[in-house]
């Protein structure tokens, strides 16, 4: 029986099984099979998260947490075997330790306004980097803008690698807080995370990562890593959108002040004073995103049983060749070839805009990402306005970026 489990974990993934499971890639895209290569900005979703939707909607609706009837209770459990699910995933110590939100952003803003407003005085340092999601930017910008606080920024190399020299050479007494990305969206960089949160460490300073990227592709083992937040979204791991985790510390959490007030946050509430919930719920002020945050489980078990190591062996497969087909091309340069990049490629074409590719791409059913991708300050760097991007998923197939090549050498001789 092991032997045949084991045996079956190490089987390649079945990709032409696990396309089965994703409704949506049987659609026509003006004609033509849709090719789905978007999936760092949103991946589509399985039958079973689809499923989890429908079920809580059409068997259980009801608000959590406070109420005695059946629906509330079943409800009520649904939505808190998400948070184990996702502790699991994680492997974060503790459940109080993960607060739901709205996504990624809302947990990065979450700890600027109360960690970042307790703690950064005047003349303290912030330090983020230059491939930072505008989401890991403009919260910093506004707390360090209100604090008098200095905003510093890990410079990236030509291959799309930070600066760690210059990044080692920025910490000092100052720094408070360094925010970074896991895995850049615009380029696939895996950063050294482990190093730079035992870097800022030394100095006292506390770590967030955006996990945005890293959580659908990498293992993530928050303890190990250990980081002091770690924020990630459902809708780029296979689930729906509008919920996603922020992890914390708990002494961290604990001492940190509320962020939003309102129901569910609290204990006791009079008018001269309100005592607060404890961890998690002290975090999460009104009715949150049920029905989500239940489907979030299905896509969090989903990727599981897939098994992270298979797809990542796919997808890495893909950037491979990907990456070398599209180096053939002439006028063609890959924005972004660090030591350690996984599924995302981006990439512009000498004398060709790459919204033009973008539209034409579409035209064949071909779904890509044009533009500056939520980095703007990234592309300012690299003297670009944008880039093409094509990021890979668990469902996508060689044959798939063969269509790509193919749309893309159509694209140029009709654009020059
Ligand atoms: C690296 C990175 N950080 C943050 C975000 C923001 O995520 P969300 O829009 O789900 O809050 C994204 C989304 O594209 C991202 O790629």
């Known amino acids: 029986m092991i032997m045949i489990e084991s045996a079956i974990i190490e089987e390649k993934l079945d990709v032409h099984a696990i396309r089965q499971q994703f409704p949506i890639l049987n659609r026509e895209i003006k004609?033509?099979?849709?090719?789905?290569?978007?999936?760092?900005?949103?991946?589509?979703?399985?039958?079973?998260?689809?499923?989890?939707?429908?079920?809580?909607?059409?068997?259980?609706?009801?608000?959590?947490?406070?109420?005695?009837?059946?629906?509330?209770?079943?409800?009520?459990?649904?939505?808190?075997?998400?948070?184990?699910?996702?502790?699991?995933?994680?492997?974060?110590?503790?459940?109080?330790?993960?607060?739901?939100?709205?996504?990624?952003?809302?947990?990065?803003?979450?700890?600027?306004?109360?960690?970042?407003?307790?703690?950064?005085?005047?003349?303290?340092?912030?330090?983020?980097?230059?491939?930072?999601?505008?989401?890991?930017?403009?919260?910093?910008?506004?707390?360090?803008?209100?604090?008098?606080?200095?905003?510093?920024?890990?410079?990236?190399?030509?291959?799309g690698d930070l600066n760690m020299e210059e990044y080692a050479r920025l910490l000092g007494p100052k720094t408070k807080l360094v925010s970074i990305v896991h895995v850049s969206n615009a380029m696939g960089t895996v950063n050294p995370v482990k190093q730079i949160i035992e870097l800022a460490h030394r100095q006292n300073a506390i770590v967030v990562i955006d996990g945005a990227q890293s959580s659908v592709h990498l293992d993530i083992d928050v303890q190990e890593m250990d980081c002091d937040f770690f924020a990630f979204s459902s809708h780029k791991v296979y689930g729906p959108t509008g919920v996603g985790v922020l992890y914390g510390k708990k002494h961290l959490l604990e001492a940190m002040p509320v962020f939003q007030g309102g129901g569910e946050m609290i204990k006791d509430v009079s008018f001269e004073k309100t005592t607060y919930a404890d961890l998690p719920y002290k975090f999460e002020a009104g009715t949150p995103n049920i029905a989500d945050t239940i489907a979030f489980k299905a896509a969090l078990d989903f990727v599981s049983q897939t098994g992270k190591q298979r797809v990542r062996d796919h997808e890495n497969e893909l950037l491979r060749y990907a990456t070398a087909e599209l180096k053939k091309i002439p006028g063609l340069r890959i924005i972004g070839e660090a030591k350690e990049k996984i599924s995302v490629i981006s990439f512009v074409i000498e004398k060709v805009h790459p919204q033009d590719i973008g539209i034409l791409l579409d035209n064949r059913g071909i779904a890509v990402r044009t533009g500056h991708h939520c980095a703007q300050t990234l592309m300012t760097c690299y003297g670009i306005p944008g880039t093409v991007r094509a990021s890979f998923a668990m469902y996508n197939t060689h044959e798939e970026v063969d269509q790509l090549l193919t749309g893309l050498d159509k694209a140029i001789k009709m654009l020059l």
Request: glycine share 6%; hydrophobic share 40%; with cysteine.
């Open 31 to 159: 004609g033509k099979p849709l090719v789905y290569f978007d999936n760092a900005a949103t991946s589509q979703k399985p039958q079973v998260v689809i499923d989890a939707l429908v079920e809580y909607y059409s068997g259980y609706n009801a608000n959590i947490h406070r109420g005695i009837h059946t629906l509330a209770e079943e409800a009520t459990a649904a939505f808190e075997a998400t948070r184990d699910t996702v502790r699991e995933f994680i492997n974060a110590a503790a459940r109080e330790e993960i607060i739901f939100t709205r996504g990624t952003t809302e947990g990065i803003n979450l700890v600027a306004y109360t960690w970042g407003r307790q703690n950064v005085k005047a003349g303290d340092e912030v330090i983020i980097s230059e491939m930072e999601h505008h989401s890991n930017i403009v919260p910093w910008q506004i707390l360090c803008n209100e604090k008098s606080a200095i905003l510093k920024v890990v410079p990236v190399n030509a291959d």
